[in-house]
């Protein structure tokens, strides 16, 4: 679960074009802003029973959520930490026996 529909309504009040899932609270900024005001993505509840019937798709859909999480390290707070404590602050890690 997110909370992008929280992140939406600070984007919507500092005039940005919102883009979001049915879900939350882009449910009511959608039917406040008008749906011609936001870009839609994602399935619809009615539509979702019929995208998993859908096997070819559904698998190359696996794989693709599996190499995005794959290619996501780079993004990890661990690394960034680790990144920063070597080229920015100048510190080794301590080593817990």
Same mark, same amino acid.
């Given at each position: 679960?997110?909370?992008?529909? #929280?992140?939406?309504?600070?984007?919507?009040?500092?005039?940005?074009?919102?883009?979001?899932?049915? %879900?939350?609270?882009?449910?009511?900024?959608?039917?406040?802003? =008008?749906? %011609?005001?936001?870009?839609?993505? =994602?399935?619809?509840?009615?539509?979702?029973?019929?995208?998993?019937?859908?096997?070819?798709? =559904?698998?190359?859909? #696996? #794989?693709?959520?599996?190499?995005?999480?794959? =290619?996501?390290?780079?993004?990890?707070? %661990?690394? #960034?930490?680790?990144?920063?404590?070597? %080229? @920015?602050?100048? @510190?080794?890690?301590?080593?817990?026996?």
């Amino acid at each position: 679960m997110e909370a992008s529909g #929280t992140s939406n309504m600070k984007f919507a009040m500092n005039g940005c074009l919102l883009i979001g899932t049915l %879900d939350g609270a882009n449910v009511e900024i959608r039917e406040e802003v =008008g749906e %011609d005001n936001f870009f839609l993505f =994602g399935a619809k509840a009615h539509e979702v029973a019929g995208l998993r019937k859908e096997r070819a798709e =559904g698998k190359r859909w #696996t #794989t693709m959520s599996i190499l995005n999480t794959a =290619g996501s390290y780079k993004f990890s707070s %661990d690394r #960034t930490i680790h990144e920063y404590a070597r %080229d @920015i602050w100048g @510190i080794e890690p301590v080593l817990l026996p």
